[in-house]
């Protein structure tokens, strides 16, 4: 399309430079006639006033007509030969001009070929394929592919197509396919967590669920940019299930869990977290607390159960979800501490804090729902769970309004 509104636009300019010229050359010779018009006018007058004043002869006159007139007209006829000869001198402009467009038009189509991009107008709009169902669109995935190839095939330093190819062949099952696609990408893109995202996922659907180091690799990339990437840590958690690594498991999946997700996908992480859980056992330590609130809590508002130092400090563990869970159990163990190398277990006494934020951050801020329990001695809690029920309540200035201070002098 591209090519075809080029040679369209060049021929367009190649007719207005011979238009230009033609125009030129018939001015030129009207000029000319003009000209000669005006000299014989004038010299005409110039011997009827010589007639009048008396410098030449009335008897001559007709004569002297007569020989002016032969001068003009052998002026015409000079003027006449070379407008014979302009067609041969505007052929050669129209000559040159025509092949100076040709020649335009010949470096411009090996420019474009050469740097351009001929075969783009192919996979135009290929991201459409993102929105495609792989049951119901299966033929259109297939096409959007072949196409794709095709233009890997001619352009394979192309990311972009590479990048949809990955995405195409993901969807059609093809997964082996898929992870050289996205491999390719990567290469040519350099690191990208959405590629490093569906490259990994391609690679673990192809290896039917084992993560090998190159795996392992690109998800700790992918973790490096989002920490709580919920697909890379349910990975992680599964490969570590099957090596019987419960508490990693547990640490993984409660990670995943803090997130914003879908209600399909939470589910199926929670019902993860809780079979590793059970296989985990009880751990030293652990505190069990069930969470319930007076009235019910905005569903915008984050849980958070916290262990931390008696007063404040850094806390031990902690443990993230959304308010709509509430009421419900949540165990604080070495498996959800937030520094491996200070789990809950080293503490000798900690207090546990129950906060429903709305700011959806640890810290605290006004308009909190807090409950904060008294010391609590973990070598009291090391034979078995210390369960601990709290409940939460809007603070005072929001369920009743702010108070205000007494009038003077009460």
Excluded: C
Excluded at 14 to 25: F, H, N, P, S, T
Excluded at 123 to 129: D, W
Excluded at 144 to 166: M, N, T, Y
């Amino acid at each position: 399309m591209f090519l075809l509104w080029s040679l369209i636009l060049l021929g367009a300019a190649a007719g207005v430079v011979l238009l230009a010229l033609r125009e030129r050359d018939v001015a030129t010779v009207e000029a000319r006639d003009e000209t000669v018009r005006r000299l014989y006018e004038d010299r005409l007058e110039e011997l009827r006033g010589e007639l009048a004043g008396g410098v030449a002869e009335l008897e001559d006159q007709e004569v002297l007509e007569a020989e002016l007139g032969a001068a003009l007209l052998a002026d015409y006829e000079g003027d006449q030969e070379e407008v014979a000869a302009e067609p041969k001198k505007g052929g050669s402009w129209l000559g040159l001009a025509g092949v100076s467009a040709a020649l335009l038009v010949l470096f411009t189509v090996g420019v474009y070929q050469t740097v351009g991009d001929p075969a783009a107008d192919g996979v135009a709009g290929a991201e459409a394929l993102l929105g495609l169902d792989p049951a119901s669109d299966s033929e259109g995935l297939d096409e959007w592919r072949q196409r794709l190839e095709e233009r890997v095939d001619a352009r394979p330093d192309d990311a972009r197509s590479w990048f949809l190819l990955g995405h195409a062949n993901l969807r059609l099952a093809r997964f082996a396919a898929a992870a050289e696609a996205f491999a390719t990408a990567h290469e040519l893109h350099g690191d990208d967590p959405s590629i490093d995202l569906f490259w990994l996922q391609a690679r673990y659907l192809a290896a039917r669920g084992q993560l090998d180091a190159t795996s392992r690799s690109i998800a700790e990339r992918v973790l490096a940019s989002n920490p709580n990437q919920p697909l890379v840590l349910e990975m992680l958690a599964v490969a570590a299930f099957q090596e019987e690594a419960f508490g990693e498991a547990v640490t993984l999946l409660n990670r995943a869990l803090s997130g914003d997700l879908a209600a399909t996908q939470r589910a199926s992480l929670q019902a993860g977290f809780e079979a590793a859980r059970a296989q985990l056992g009880a751990m030293p330590g652990s505190i069990d607390v069930a969470v319930a609130a007076g009235e019910t809590p905005p569903h915008s508002m984050t849980l958070f159960v916290i262990a931390r130092p008696v007063g404040g400090g850094m806390p031990y563990a902690v443990v993230r979800r959304p308010a709509h869970l509430v009421p419900g159990t949540i165990r604080l163990d070495d498996a959800v501490s937030m520094n491996p190398a200070l789990p809950l277990s080293s503490a000798s006494e900690v207090e546990i804090v129950v906060r429903l934020s709305q700011a959806g951050t640890a810290m605290a801020h006004p308009g909190d729902w807090e409950w904060v329990s008294e010391p609590i001695t973990l070598a009291e809690v090391a034979a078995a769970p210390r369960l601990l029920e709290a409940t939460l309540m809007p603070p005072m200035e929001t369920s009743l309004g702010p108070t205000k201070p007494p009038p003077p002098g009460s």
